[in-house]
């Protein structure tokens, strides 16, 4: 239990770096995939992608963009 925990954790420290890393580089709130704005609602550090490629249809098995 305590090891899902610790993982939880790792995993939402990089998702932070992540969107840091993208602020820096001026790409935050850009989709990854397609590069399309995020729109502002949406934009929070744990969405990468825009409301198309977020959907579940669009989805594809594994993600196209791998970005910490």
């Given at each position: 239990?305590?090891?899902?925990?610790?993982r939880r954790v790792q995993q939402?420290?990089?998702r932070i770096r992540?969107?840091?890393l993208r602020m820096d580089e001026g790409t935050y709130g850009e989709c990854l995939n397609c590069e399309e704005p995020i729109g502002a609602?949406?934009?929070r550090a744990d969405l990468r992608f825009c409301s198309a490629w977020s959907?579940?249809?669009?989805?594809p098995?594994?993600?196209?963009v791998s970005y910490m």
């Amino acid at each position: 239990m305590a090891q899902g925990s610790e993982r939880r954790v790792q995993q939402e420290m990089q998702r932070i770096r992540g969107a840091l890393l993208r602020m820096d580089e001026g790409t935050y709130g850009e989709c990854l995939n397609c590069e399309e704005p995020i729109g502002a609602g949406r934009l929070r550090a744990d969405l990468r992608f825009c409301s198309a490629w977020s959907a579940p249809a669009a989805r594809p098995a594994k993600p196209m963009v791998s970005y910490m």
